[in-house]
């Protein structure tokens, strides 16, 4: 992919000033990265003056303190990357834009380096504020954390920047950008809350595996909307669509019908079903490993609960609620698929892997191995194939073409487990038999 | 300069172009007319490698915008129907911008800068926030960006639409300077008399299609004129319009 660095940085440049000219929104911003991080200090000093002196809890409380005052203002950044697409797409500069020699990349790139520039700037101001008004003359400083807590902000805020730029590429307006940011608050606030959880328990290294996984998405979700930007969908959108749900009926119709089923499928998408399958094993492994690590409290009702379940009073009764619990498992993995990225996918085979690693570990391979077949030979094989199509449709999630199609391809690999369905829903029935009566 | 040849576009399920073809050679002119909705802007949005044609071929000095939409916009001026400025720029630094993205050095910038914005007589507002300006120094600022770096072809979505006559006047007078430098210019307008004045050829387009295109007594045969009009004035080309577009619609009403 071509780039010159000069044009991105001429379109970050122009975006950067764009945002630094309103002065109300330059003032807001900069004031509240600068004010907060005073009182938060403040706060903090006086825990320490008046809640008698540098306590375990006060240094953890510093701590969650400079999370809050370095979260604050990678929000804004939400706000300008919202607006980065749709905002000129509705003053109608957009068309301006895109009829100048610049390519795709550059016009992206250069808008999430200065939404990035921007909220990194006051990040980064607002802890080194915090930090001049908290620490010293305390006797502690946090470096180890503090630097955790920079780099995976970078990430954090890198991830957001790009899921919401292509938000924006996305959005006809800006409420609907807005409305669609949804899918961004809500899992950061989630991932914040853990962090913060993690920090006042005293585990802030963990932090660490936090930066690294918002790392991950940072790099899947620029790659998606260096891949999928295209000024062709921006301007086709302006004038296309009519009839929508119609048309998305007949996707779906039509996606239906032309899915492969049978033997085709399976050679369509034996990658995904390999993979699928290997993280049966990973995951009893894992359950093994495990079985040493889990405190007994929380063992003993897991395995009671597992043994109970395969030990019903009646076969028939128990035959149906199995075969329900497992169609119903595999249809929230493929309706899960989309927004976990294909992570329930792998969960249909790790799961039951992990509960026999565990079982093992409790007592032995040869009896847990025992316990499962033959049901097992059946339902493995069908989790893996079920396990496989709702990984495949987490990938059409995070694959974006410059050609568009996003909403077909997801519609067709979504088709693709329905119509498997048809001939694994009996084959799952069967496996719920073969465990309620010779499991 | 510039080809278009068999170009449609089909947004969904609407064609917004049917299979057009048109030329247009180097210090020459085209005007398009048509109602709204006659597909003239996806027609400027295809020829200026905004967009990618369905089907057909646009090539713009022998590059086909297929296969180098990049070098085909680099050649283009476009003039959209809605100025979209930059609200929070002075018309200098939003020029200097744009002269930037386009290549061109400091010192040619700032000398087309300024010639263009005394020629539009807009020097004296050139530090103010464009948000600032009327509608029709909007107008005049997006002809300045879109021909600031002599693009060899300029398509213009309705250029003067906003100006007042007099400004009207020299932004055609300017436009008709660019075509003798040897641009090729594709314009859309609704100004029948500037359209006469300026056009070279002119393209009648409905409903997507190029209904007749060519010089005007070429139009005049099209619209069928001289069969019916025993006429010694020339028919105006509003009339030589109405005739062709009435044919269409005359033609649709007509049962199958």
Known sequence: ?439 | MLEVLQVAKRYGEVWAVREITVRVAAATCLVLLGQNGAGKTTALRCMAGLLEPTSGRVRVGGVDSREDPDAVRAQVGLVPEVPGLYERMSARSYLDYFGRVYGLDRPTRDRRIGELLDLFGLSAAADRWLGTYSKGMRQKVALIRATMHRPRLVLADEPTSALDPDSARVAWSYLEGLRREGSALVVCTHDMEEADALAGEIGIMAGGLLLAAGDRERLIRAAGLKKHRQVIERPTLEEVYLAIIGKRTESEARPA
């Open chain 1, 1 to 439: 992919m071509k780039l010159d660095r000069r044009k991105v940085l001429l379109v970050a440049e122009r975006d950067f000033r764009d945002a630094a000219g309103d002065f109300r929104l330059a003032l807001a911003m900069a004031g509240l990265a600068a004010v907060v991080p005073v009182g938060v200090g403040f706060a903090i000093r006086a825990l320490v003056v008046f809640g008698g002196g540098l306590t375990d809890l006060v240094q953890r409380v510093s701590i969650v303190g400079a999370f809050f005052v370095v979260f604050l203002p990678a929000s804004y950044s939400l706000v300008l990357a919202l607006e980065s697409f749709v905002g000129e797409r509705e003053r109608a500069t957009l068309e301006v834009l895109l009829s100048t020699p610049l390519r795709e990349a550059e016009i992206y790139a250069g808008k999430v380096a200065s939404v990035l520039g921007i909220a990194l700037v006051l990040c980064f101001g607002a802890l080194f504020v915090y930090c001049a008004v908290t620490f010293p003359g305390l006797g502690y400083f946090p470096l180890g954390i503090l630097v955790s807590l920079g780099v995976s902000t970078i990430c954090q805020v890198a991830a957001m920047v790009a899921g919401a730029v292509i938000v924006s590429a996305n959005a006809r307006t800006m409420r609907a950008a807005n409305v669609m940011a949804s899918f961004i608050i809500l899992p950061m606030s989630v991932v914040l809350q853990v962090e913060a959880g993690l920090i006042l328990v005293g585990r802030g290294e963990l932090l660490w595996g936090f930066a690294a996984a918002m790392a991950v998405g940072a790099f899947i979700l620029l790659r998606m909307g260096l891949r999928g930007f295209s000024r062709e969908a921006l301007l086709s959108r302006e004038t296309g669509g009519r009839d929508r749900l119609r048309g998305a009926l007949r996707a779906v119709a039509a996606a239906f019908r032309n899915a492969p089923s049978g033997p085709a499928l399976l050679r369509a998408r034996a990658g995904p079903i390999l993979s699928a399958l290997a993280a049966f094993p990973l995951g009893a492994v894992l359950g093994y490993l495990a079985a040493g690590l889990l405190p007994a409290g929380i063992a003993r009702p897991l395995v009671a609960g597992v043994r109970s379940a395969g030990a019903p009073s009646d076969p028939a009764s128990a035959a149906l609620g199995i075969f329900g619990h497992d169609l119903f498992a595999v249809i929230l993995a493929g309706a899960l698929a989309a927004v976990t990225v294909g992570l329930t996918g792998y969960l249909l085979t790790a799961v039951p892997g992990a509960v026999l690693g565990y079982l093992a570990a409790a007592s032995s391979w040869g009896l847990a191995l025992t316990g499962i077949l033959p049901a097992a030979l059946v339902e493995i094989p069908i989790a893996a194939i079920a396990g496989g199509l709702a990984i495949h449709i987490g990938a059409t999630v995070i694959h974006m073409e410059r050609e568009g199609g996003w909403t077909r391809r997801l519609l067709a690999a979504e088709a693709e487990l329905a119509k498997a369905l048809l001939w694994l829903a009996p084959l799952i029935l069967l496996g719920a038999i073969l465990k309620a009566y010779l499991g």
